[in-house]
């Protein structure tokens, strides 16, 4: 039965653009093609926490101008697992119950959670525990949700990451430099990789590829020759150093990576002499308008959840496959995490580009030539 569900809506993990224009879609949706309530839980699992539990109702009036809006207007969190929930005195509480019951005092049919893989299994596991009716909506600026070709949020942060490489060609050329970008991504190198493409970088570094840094400076000293006495590099901020360090900002009981730029900046120069100078764009990436890519996957996710719902078809989570949308299981939605495949076709793309990825790339006929010399010994990878 279709017909006078009250649902709820939640928001959980890293915000991102798009997540209004989400909200908004199943606001409008549940409203104007069903006559439902809708209620916007605040601030993901705590508002479920609080007593009363702190949630809203929504109308369309209410959400329709966050449509372009980055955030969450619901707020979010990606602290404090609710199983292992961190408390004043330092002890840590399973607070699940606590949570279902508030579900239950507001009396919804069902419940939309948008969060990636984290942010879906907890709420999945809290689901099975409770009896709630959840519907899953992937987002996130990383784009590693398993089964989803895309997450709402990557476009947008490949946009901005874009941007400013557009942005630093200039400068970089005007000075001779090495700009070095670093961006967000986490282990998944998809949005160095989509950005460097896009952007035209130099040399793009991704978790999933080893490199060497004499390779970079290599390629960068081929550019000088030719007659480009600057380069632009981006790389994912879980990229390691040579010897395989992870680089974290701080020392926080979190893993904050960060700094992986600057170490670049450093070897770079010290290597090859170059001047370098390092942007970090950080939380840049999650913010501001959506992308009418993003606003688009927002609103095709937001309305199939709602018709999951209107389906009574729980414990699946939309995504987007092959130019639609298509529910899977949660369960198998987030089984797999995607990082980026070092065959696959956008490494192979950046390849035909000539664009370094750190790794030992030569030339047919220097790889023939050393081929020759060192019999059948290949010595390095060959573009395909
Ligand atoms: O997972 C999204 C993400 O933006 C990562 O790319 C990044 O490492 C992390 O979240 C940053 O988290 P926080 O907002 O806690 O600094």
């Known amino acids: 039965m279709a017909t006078g569900k009250k649902i709820g809506i939640l928001t959980s993990g890293g915000d991102c653009a798009g997540l209004n224009a989400v909200i908004r879609a199943v606001t409008r949706c549940a409203i104007e093609i069903y006559g439902w309530e809708v209620h916007g839980i605040c601030k993901a699992t705590h ?36 199983f292992a929930f961190p408390m004043s005195d330092g002890s840590l509480r399973d607070r699940s119950e606590e949570i279902i019951e508030g579900y239950h005092q507001l009396g919804l049919d069902a419940l939309i959670g948008i969060g990636g893989d984290g942010s879906l299994a907890i709420l999945r596991k809290l689901a099975q525990q409770g009896g709630i009716n959840l519907v899953g909506i992937p987002k996130t600026i990383d784009n590693d949700v398993g089964i989803t070709e895309r997450s709402i949020g990557f476009d947008t942060a490949v946009n901005i990451a874009t941007e400013a490489i557009d942005r630093l060609h200039f400068t ?9 970008v670093e961006v967000m991504g986490r282990d998944a190198g998809h949005i160095a990789l989509n950005a460097g493409i896009a952007g035209g970088a130099d040399v793009i570094l991704i978790p999933e590829i080893a490199y060497s840094l004499e390779n970079i400076c290599r390629h960068i000293k081929q550019r000088q020759a030719h007659g480009y006495d600057y380069s632009i590099v981006i790389v994912s901020e879980a990229v390691c150093t040579e010897a395989g360090a992870l680089l974290e900002q701080g020392h926080f009981a979190d893993c904050r990576l960060g700094g992986v730029g600057q170490y670049l900046a450093e070897s770079i120069t010290s290597l090859s002499g170059a001047e370098t100078r390092v942007t970090v764009l950080g939380h840049t990436q999650r913010g501001g308008i959506s992308s009418p890519l993003d606003r688009i996957l927002a609103s095709a996710f937001g309305v199939a959840a709602v018709e999951l719902i209107a389906n009574e078809q729980y414990d699946q989570m ?46 047919r006929t220097e790889h023939e030539q050393l081929s020759e010399a060192l019999g059948a010994n290949r010595p390095a990878t060959v573009p395909a």
């Open 47 to 82: 508002g479920l926490m609080t007593r009363p539990p702190e949630s809203k109702r929504l109308s369309i009036k209410q959400v329709d101008p966050y449509l372009t809006m980055g955030g969450t207007f619901l707020g979010t969190t990606n602290k404090g697992d609710p």
């Open 172 to 180: 970089a050329a005007s000075h001779s430099r090495v700009m070095i």
């Open 318 to 363: 939309v995504t987007w496959q092959e130019r639609s949308v298509k529910a899977v299981p949660i369960a198998e939605a987030i089984r797999d995490y995607r990082t980026v495949e070092p065959e696959g076709t956008l490494v192979k793309t950046a390849r035909g580009l000539g664009i370094c990825l750190g790794d030992r790339i030569i030339s």
